[in-house]
């Protein structure tokens, strides 16, 4: 390769000089439209708050997509994450903030928002909107990390600009805010730590992922002086450290969830063996906390659910208590033609 291809090279698979005034005016809230860009992010942000709030209470997907789509909050988090490898501080320390402050207004709207509705109504065991978003594990760091470094290469392209709408779908940041915000209304505070994390860990993760990918791009070039080099590598350590400590409970999670997996399999295959020489089958076990919810169907004599105990209690290594209910079944032949 000669050395007048490199350069055309690099230009094609990094970041493009030439596109920085745009990546910088798209990005930063900054120059005499600031005032009115400000207002836009946080009326989408309100509205997206309003659909998203309402769409977890629903329990509709479709709607939270539609809430992910309006928000507006990827973008300060991508503005922190290029401003912190081009060195800025100023703009890093407004990006950072403007995120935060967008973070706690979609948790007090939401929080405002929850009051409508009738606490009866709010299921934090059935509602699949809110128990997906109570207890995150490493698979959402993974995917955070995924979207992240998806939403900066997006961001330093100008011609794939419309592919930003599926990382936010992906990401989903309004969500868990809106579970925090119904959470802390109806008092649940282990379920609003849960969302919390959960948005914690998707913020850092688009900075780390968004970050390494600006600087892999080229984008980092643009650092001239110690000082922003200084500061780059001190606010990569700091998130690289606030991710170590989100892994502690999402590693925790993940463990238990594992762990509760191998539990639910080996009891389900005693069950299985419990079953044998009878007509009955396993409709659904659930192992937790020392009692093992059984539910078969069939018909026809059983054995003693304390024989299943006994069972249960070898094969997982400690005392059970097993709740058994038994769906009879009834066949109905049609007559003869």
Known sequence: MSANSKPALLTKLGFDPAYLPAFEDKLF??????????????????????????????NSTATVIGAMLVAPLMEPMMATAAAVVMGSVPRALRAFALAGAGAVC???????????VPDVTISFMSDAEITSRIHPG?????TALAAGAAGAFIASRSEIAE?????????????PLCVVGISLKLGQLSAAAGASLLFLTNFLAILLAGGLIFVVLGLGRSVVSH???RF????????????LFVSIPLSLTAYQNVMS????AHAT???????VGTSYQVDTVNASDGVVEVTVEGNGPLKTPQQLANQLAVALGHPVVVELRVLPVQRVTSSDP
């Open 29 to 58: 809230l900054e120059g005499p439209q600031t005032a009115r860009r400000l207002t836009n992010f946080f009326a989408l942000l309100l509205f997206a708050t309003v659909i998203a709030t309402y769409g977890v209470l629903s």
């Open 106 to 116: 979609v948790i007090l709207f939401s929080y405002l928002l929850a009051w409508v």
């Open 138 to 142: 490493l698979y959402a760091l993974l």
């Open 163 to 175: 592919a930003l709408g599926g990382v936010a779908i992906a990401i989903a940041l309004v969500p």
């Open 227 to 229: 000082a922003q080099g």
């Open 232 to 243: 780059r590598l001190r606010a990569f350590l700091l998130i690289v450290v606030g991710l």
């Open 261 to 264: 997996a191998i539990e639910n």
């Open 269 to 275: 295959a005693e069950v299985q063996q419990w079953l």
